[in-house]
């Protein structure tokens, strides 16, 4: 007796799977805040754990060098760990967007999905750079800007594996360590061809008498920094990285729709044309299993 075939539906949100990313990118960016801001806080000197005397495993600090040194160490400390965040979340949502390619070819070249899992377990194994390389030679999926993530990368090893000092390890053929992303400028250009920042507006404003348009230019950002130096990132830097990441996320998830429509895929994009968008509003992920307060 013949049987009928099975049919087997999988349905991949991938609202879901960009949320991995963001909200990476939103741990970052308000750890980063908190850690930064309070190593740049004259009044914040508060450093050990616990008044326990016996437990104190730092001296007293009573000369403002030192202390200043402490900040910042712990600021590198922070912006190693915000780089990491980022890179490693980043890592785990080309993890799932494998997953989902990986479906869509099965789909369509009606392949068993058991006998995928090899080819799985091998890509979440892979570093970061591997894994940008694999996603884009199976699927053509990428990254729009791909080198520049790169060079964060080589960024967050510097900073977590040498405190932010420049190594032989960490540069290229310039002998210079470059890390670079895409930043913005907004600012107003006057009918005359004038532009001011809206980023140096002085306290008391900013008169323009014959008016002006607002305007928003993407542009590349670059830091180059010498064998011996100390990674410095400024708190602007940090922020557009972090935005930088967010829209290199939306990116390759468009990339990967396109893939998935190519290969006969039904895309059902949602209703609310806000709702991606939105995610980036929504909170972190704790410890508590019944709810997410960050």
Request: with cysteine; glycine share 6%.
């Amino acid at each position: 007796m013949n049987r009928a075939r099975e049919r087997l539906e999988l349905h991949v949100d991938l609202d879901k799977i960009l949320d991995v990313a963001l909200r990476g990118v939103r741990r970052a960016s308000v750890f980063m805040g908190l850690g930064v801001n309070a190593a740049l806080n004259p009044d914040v000197n508060e450093y050990q754990l616990t008044k326990i005397t016996k437990l104190q495993l730092m001296p007293e600090v009573k000369d403002a060098d030192t202390l200043a040194h402490v900040k910042n160490e712990f600021r590198i400390w922070v912006e190693g760990n915000g780089l990491r965040e980022l890179i490693e979340t980043f890592a785990i949502f080309l993890d799932r967007l494998h997953d989902a390619c990986s479906f869509f070819r099965a789909a369509r070249d009606k392949i068993n999905i058991t006998s995928l899992g090899k080819r799985r377990d091998s890509f979440q194994r892979a570093g970061f750079p591997s894994k940008l390389k694999t996603l884009r030679s199976r699927f053509s999926v990428s990254p729009k800007y791909p080198d520049y993530l790169l060079s964060l990368n080589r960024t967050r090893n510097c900073l977590t594996h040498r405190r932010g000092i420049v190594g032989n390890e960490d540069i290229d053929a310039s002998r210079t360590l470059r890390v670079a992303w895409l930043g913005m400028d907004i600012y107003v250009e006057t009918p005359g061809g004038e532009r001011f920042s809206l980023m140096d507006i002085p306290p008391e404003g900013l008169l323009l008498r014959d008016g002006g348009t607002v305007c928003l230019q993407f542009v590349e950002r670059e830091r180059v920094f010498d064998v011996g130096s100390i990674v410095r990132l400024s708190t602007r830097d940090l922020a557009e990285i972090c935005w930088f990441f967010a829209n290199e996320a939306r990116t390759t998830l468009q990339a990967a729709i396109e893939y998935a429509k190519a290969c006969g895929i039904e895309v059902k994009m949602t209703d609310n044309k806000e709702k991606r968008n939105e995610t980036m509003q929504q909170p972190l992920e704790t410890g508590a299993a019944d709810r997410e307060v960050f």
